[in-house]
């Protein structure tokens, strides 16, 4: 029997169903494990990544997902550190609701979101804030509702604007449905998510297009009630690719750090310094500075149509 087999949910005992990591087992995977597999759009390609590797990229521009659940609040995430491929870090300061940052950070820059430094245009890079929006989702690939629940974190530039035609970023689109008549829930929908192409660094619009199935329906409503679907929402990128979180560290207020683009990202040229302007939430923020795997630790990374992919997914 293989190992993908041995380890089925068919064949999985019923004492083992509901299983979390013992000691014995924390003790000889050095501490943490994440299995955690998530949906990447850096450098404006769909990329399925399990446990921080790169195990498939996709062709097709884009990709059919249903949205199994959000995180209500739009969040933060801060990187103190300028970005080193050979020295991956987690962020040092985040916020799940984007008013105050998570009990677990280890370096938190403020009380509260609305005072911190580095929520004030200006403290990153092109009069950028430092400390950027996002949002994060529970997905599911739309050929395989009953599949892995995956994460999906989104720029601020795929989560605020307005809609142009039927391309609409998320909040516009989450719109769009609430207006229908009786109003359209994202969970009952089969979402396409579509590159804009026009973007400089990563973007996404989304537009409906279809009904999911009675059946569909009660599996997605089963899906959003898994331990999976919740870390999907609560988790950062780094904690869900198991990096290991930051050392305390003072970080003097006033002092904005040096945050480097994400390699997906055209430069810009430098802008004019400019006063230091009141926080509000900026549609033009760029993208999440994620950290990625170090050179080499991924494994050799797939390419090709979905179809042929998904089939694999599991055997990663």
């Known amino acids: 029997m293989s190992n993908i087999t041995l380890f089925s949910p068919a064949n999985v005992p019923a004492f083992a169903r509901n299983n979390e990591l013992s000691d ?65 870090t987690g962020p040092d300061c985040w916020s799940n609701d984007g008013e105050r940052p998570d009990p677990s950070a280890s370096n938190k820059q403020a009380v509260t979101c609305m005072s911190c430094p580095m929520n004030i245009a200006g403290s990153g890079q092109n009069n950028s804030r ?75 619009f989304f537009k409906p297009t279809r009904w999911l199935t009675d059946d569909e329906y009660e599996i997605i409503k089963e ?12 988790m950062t990128v780094a904690q869900s690719d198991g990096v290991k979180p930051n050392a305390p560290k003072m970080v003097l207020a006033g002092k904005p750090p040096v945050v480097e683009a994400e390699e997906d990202e055209v430069p810009a040229k430098p802008a004019a310094k400019k006063a230091k302007a009141a926080p509000v939430a900026d549609a033009e923020d760029e993208p ?10 991924a494994v050799p990374a797939k390419k090709g149509k979905l179809a042929d992919l998904v089939s694999d997914w599991d055997d990663e």
């Open 24 to 88: 014995t087992a924390k003790a000889l995977t050095g501490g943490s494990v994440s299995n955690t597999k998530r949906i990447s759009i850096k450098g404006g390609v769909f990329r399925l990544v399990a446990g921080g590797k790169e195990v498939a990229a996709i062709d097709d521009r884009h990709l059919e997902v249903i949205i199994v659940k959000a995180a209500p609040k739009v969040s933060r995430i801060f990187y103190a550190a300028k970005y080193d491929a050979d020295n991956i």
């Open 130 to 204: 430092a400390c950027r929006y996002q949002q994060r989702l529970a997905v599911v690939l739309a050929n395989n509702p009953s599949g892995d629940v995956m994460q999906l974190t989104l720029p601020a530039t795929s989560v605020f604007g307005k809609e142009e035609g039927d391309k609409r970023p998320l909040q516009a689109y989450a719109r769009y449905l609430a207006v229908q008549n009786p109003p359209v829930n994202p969970e009952q929908i089969v979402t396409e998510m579509r590159f804009d192409t026009k973007a400089k660094s990563p973007k996404l």
């Open 223 to 234: 899906q959003a009630e898994s331990a999976d679907a919740q870390r999907a929402v609560v």
């Open 288 to 297: 999440e500075v994620r950290k990625e795997v170090a050179k080499g630790s």
